[in-house]
């Protein structure tokens, strides 16, 4: 069909690929390669002297290791409150019932706010003497510590910032899941029940294994984005208290920009690039395959 | 015994819509309760905000916080400045990933596939891994502190998702099409232009919609390249606000809320686009 093809077609191919690609090198591949260059240059060192001290050093940094742990700990706890919100009201809103376009425009909100925004609003709420969220509990619990300081106790200020990534991003897993839902044929649902499956036996059969494709695709999106996320936490509270609720977006920025540990910074940096490739290694596998 | 079936069917269906609504109305409440606190607190004089007990609605309603962003805080600016960034960021990262989107279409050229696969791969790039040698780059340039370097960095992150969403797009779009134009001698980019973009149209909203929210809604960017007052974005000029040793609460929440205001509307205006797009450049490409 396209046997008509001449050389100056074949390579007309790269001239419309090309201000993409030297973009991506310029911006992103070469400033990486740049990072990995100086995480392997002494401080302070320049030239071709290279050194694997910075990341020796990284094994020993008790801070770094914390700050993997919160990291870890917070896109796991994020993933699974998106999850469980996200599918139990997608499951409700794909019943099409009155006044569900409502509910849908609703849940759809906190997806709406820019997360820098999240972490100053759950800071206000969560705020211990002006904020909501103590006086809501002692209507309920009328014992509750009055002025119960949530972001700056070392038990709670981690779970509060994760509370505020739940209430932030499970629309997104929620509308994914949703088209997912959609996608299922009514049939299969009707012959399940034809055959006499329960509830629970058509959810097990019928709607999780049409949903696990999307489900996976939605969970890797969502583990990538929120290893990187950024902002919450600086609004929020700004990693504080102490390092309890550093993540290494944030720590890297503070040792490069705030410190300026540059060569330290870019191992720190290297580090948890390698880490999230690993992470996401079975979703690009996964991509790939279905291409 | 049809009629047994119907009937537990029925009472099945009862039992799955009150299950339901009590869900929806709880999560609902859940979405709201923080906003409708920014919205009451927005309302209030600073001295209401900070007394005790504290008032769930504005006993003297007031719009002073809301005069006062513009007033005591260049917010007009800040607000420009978002715009501009957003909007050139969301026109030229879907016309570059456009091109590349057709090159990636419809042509076969050597080193397509590992391309292909290069540009998702950039996705997974952390901003805090290239920003630092990007700021010294800018700073060289002399472009640290403008809204060009910015732009440069918001359009390049955009790209791999600009340019396979368009390649599905142009993918859909047969090549039947191409190969008239060609017949009739027009030259590729020619055909690019005026056969094949306009028909793409609808295809880029998508695409449009993630640029602008991205450049829009970003933190870190801005936070590493802009260092003046006159070249914050919105998210920026929000974030030092509570940096602030005395944060204004009423001030503060109102202009979160004008700052949101862009990203709400077309999230809720565009929500389904935006989200089969983004299942499509997924799973598809």
Request: charged share 0%; aromatic share 0%.
């Given at each position: 069909m396209r046997s008509g093809r001449t050389w100056h077609d074949r390579h007309l191919g790269y001239l419309f690929v090309l201000p993409a690609t030297l973009m991506l090198v310029a911006v992103l591949v070469f400033p990486a390669f740049v990072t990995l260059k100086a995480s392997l240059t002494p401080e302070g060192g320049g030239g071709w002297?290279?050194?694997l001290g910075h990341y020796q050093k990284t094994f020993h940094d008790p801070v770094l290791l914390q700050t993997f742990k919160n990291t870890f700990a917070f896109v796991a706890w994020s993933l699974v409150g998106h999850f469980v919100l996200g599918l139990s009201l997608a499951l409700a809103l794909n019943q099409a019932l009155p006044g569900q376009t409502f509910f849908r425009l609703i849940a759809l909100i906190p997806w709406t706010i820019p997360d820098v925004i999240a972490g100053i609003i759950f800071r206000w709420v969560l705020?211990?003497?002006?904020?909501a969220l103590n006086p809501l509990i002692r209507m309920v619990v009328p014992s509750f510590p009055a002025e119960f300081q949530w972001l700056s106790s070392p038990t709670m200020a981690f779970p509060s910032v994760i509370f505020a990534n739940v209430w932030r991003g499970y629309p997104l897993v929620m509308v994914m899941l949703l088209a997912g839902l959609m996608a299922i044929p009514r049939e299969l649902y009707e012959a399940a029940a034809v055959d006499g499956a329960g509830k629970f036996r058509r959810f097990f059969h019928v709607t999780l294994p049409g949903l696990s494709t999307i489900i996976l695709i939605a969970l890797a999106l969502d583990m990538v984005w929120e290893f990187r996320r950024f902002a919450l936490v600086v609004t929020m509270t700004g990693g504080g208290p102490g390092t309890l609720t550093e993540v290494l977006s944030t720590l890297v920025y503070k040792t490069y920009f705030q410190f300026f540990n540059f060569e330290y910074a870019s191992a720190m940096a290297i580090m948890m690039s390698a880490v999230l490739f690993i992470l996401s290694l079975p979703y690009i596998i996964l991509v790939g395959r279905e291409r | 015994m049809k009629s047994s079936v119907a009937g537990s069917e029925r009472r099945e269906r009862r039992e799955d819509a009150a299950i339901s609504y009590s869900l929806l109305a709880l999560s609902s409440a859940f979405a709201l309760f923080p906003i409708a606190w920014m919205l009451s607190t927005s309302f209030k004089s600073e001295a209401e905000a900070l007394a005790l007990p504290i008032t769930w609605i504005p006993k003297q309603f007031t719009l002073q916080a809301y005069s006062e962003m513009w007033t005591l805080k260049p917010f007009g600016l800040y607000f420009w400045n978002s715009i501009v960034v957003s909007g050139v960021t969301a026109l030229l990262s879907t016309v570059v990933g456009a091109l590349a989107g057709y090159g990636f279409s419809r042509f076969q050229f050597r080193g397509r596939t590992s391309l292909l696969a290069f540009f998702l791969a950039t996705?997974?790039?952390?901003?805090v891994l290239v920003i630092g040698p990007y700021f010294q780059v800018l700073a060289a340039l002399e472009l640290y502190n403008t809204l060009t370097g910015l732009i440069i960095a918001y359009v390049t992150i955009c790209l791999p998702f600009a340019a396979w969403m368009s390649k599905g797009y142009f993918d859909s779009i047969p090549k039947e099409l191409d190969e008239a134009g060609l017949v009739d001698g027009a030259s590729r980019l020619q055909i690019f232009l005026r056969i094949i973009c306009p028909i793409a149209v609808p295809g880029t909203v998508s695409t449009l919609l993630f640029a602008f929210l991205l450049a829009w809604q970003d933190l870190l960017w801005a936070l590493c390249l802009i260092s003046i007052d006159e070249k914050r974005t919105v998210t920026l000029g929000v974030a030092f606000l509570v940096g602030e040793f005395v944060i204004k609460w009423p001030m503060l929440t109102a202009a979160s809320l004008i700052g949101s205001l862009p990203t709400i509307l077309l999230y809720l205006f565009l929500q389904r686009l935006y989200v089969e797009g983004l299942a499509r450049g997924a799973v598809k490409g």
């Open positions: 002297h290279l050194t705020n211990p003497i002006h904020g | 996705q997974m790039i952390s901003g």
